[in-house]
């Protein structure tokens, strides 16, 4: 996942870069949610994904507590 995601990223960046949209700004997940792989992919108690790229709501839980405070300013 970590490197689906990092390629995700890239392609995102490269498309808003080489646009005519000048006033885009891209949010990098693995940036954001600083992601750590295997552990973040579930441990003994929980399963933190339920497909290959959406939270389960034990996911969102884990995962929203990364959030910064300041996200919704973005």
């Given at each position: 996942?970590?490197?689906?995601?990092?390629?995700?990223?890239?392609?995102?960046q490269?498309?808003?870069?080489?646009?005519d949209?000048?006033?885009?700004?891209?949010?990098?997940?693995?940036?954001?949610?600083?992601?750590?792989?295997p552990s973040?992919?579930?441990?003994?108690?929980?399963?933190f994904?339920?497909?290959?790229d959406?939270f389960?709501?034990?996911?969102?839980?884990?995962?929203?507590?990364?959030?910064?405070?300041?996200?919704?300013?973005?």
């Amino acid at each position: 996942l970590r490197e689906l995601f990092d390629n995700l990223d890239d392609k995102i960046q490269s498309v808003v870069t080489n646009s005519d949209a000048k006033n885009i700004k891209t949010v990098s997940q693995n940036q954001t949610y600083k992601f750590i792989f295997p552990s973040d992919l579930l441990n003994c108690e929980n399963v933190f994904w339920s497909d290959g790229d959406h939270f389960s709501i034990e996911g969102e839980v884990r995962f929203g507590k990364r959030l910064p405070d300041n996200f919704l300013l973005f």
